[in-house]
């Protein structure tokens, strides 16, 4: 009875460590983000790569396109992107959580504030 405890013990904490050491969901793709601001709703198409947790990302929109990097840890995204704009440059980071082909967050916006975002996976 002894060694039974004991094997059940071991077999729980190997597959408890398997399911710690699952990977980061995979982002890579098209995906379509809208951004609820004061000026209503802002959609942007962004193309994620992936290589690990490492992103790249290109986002393009209505003021044209801009790309960055950023990580993916677990299930928490974050990249960064800066934009030229007619008061200069902008840097916007972008945060958040995915759960499968959905994602949503905050992005800050320079030093103009804060918008929270939803974002879906684009299907092929």
Known sequence: MNRLLVLTSILFLALFSLSSMAQDPD?????????????GEMT??????????????TMSGKRGESSGEGTITGNKIEWTITRSTPQGEMTMTWSGEVEGDT???????????????EGTKKTS
Do not use: A, C, N, Y
């Not at 982002?27 to 000026?39: F, K, Y």
């Not at 949503?104 to 804060?114: A, L, R, Y």
């Open 44 to 57: 942007w198409d962004v193309h994620f790569e992936q290589e690990g947790s490492q992103l790249k990302v």
């Open 27 to 39: 982002v890579s793709g098209d995906w379509e983000i809208t951004v609820s601001t004061q000026r």
């Open 103 to 117: 994602m949503s967050g905050e992005v800050q916006f320079g030093t103009f504030g804060s918008s929270s975002w």
